[in-house]
């Protein structure tokens, strides 16, 4: 047994919540979210080599991915492998990027299921941004 690290009631070291005030794993001395994260101590201009994240704050908000490789729910980067992301190069599921493989992007060249490009593009319903504006 230990103490709740917020209101120091006595707790299981298993205890997912604490009984008496709800802190998350309260038999930890720090807790700082759900999820997984990686980050490498390897940096380019400030940003780590890779940045894993699955990651949810306390407050139960994403953590971004951010590095030159970024890979998570959310991810921004050089090359990115995400649900949602922004980079030069992007794996997707919904991306903005310089060059994309995605189900729904905007990118300079891409192939995706639903798109906007501005160089070339693939893909089901792919249509490029100067053909979209000339509509209006």
């Keep these: 047994m230990k103490n ?14 604490c009984p008496n005030c709800g802190a998350p794993y309260p038999a930890k001395e720090k807790w700082d979210g759900w999820g997984f994260e990686y980050k490498s101590k390897t940096t380019i201009a400030g940003l780590p ?8 704050k306390t407050n139960r908000v994403p ?3 951010k590095g ?4 998570g729910q959310f991810a921004c980067g050089v090359f990115t492998l995400s649900q949602f992301g922004i980079g030069l190069v992007s ?3 919904f991306t903005i990027a310089g060059y994309a493989l995605a189900q729904f992007a905007f ?5 995706a299921q639903i798109g906007i490009y501005i160089n070339e593009g693939h893909g089901q319903l792919v249509k490029s941004l100067a053909e979209l504006m000339a509509m209006f």
């Design 4 to 17: 709740c690290r917020e209101c120091q009631h006595e707790v299981s070291e298993s205890a997912v919540t």
């Design 49 to 56: 080599l890779l940045h894993i994240s699955f990651k949810y």
């Design 63 to 65: 953590v971004p991915a």
């Design 68 to 71: 030159i490789i970024a890979i």
């Design 91 to 93: 794996v997707s599921q």
């Design 107 to 111: 990118a300079y060249k891409l192939i």
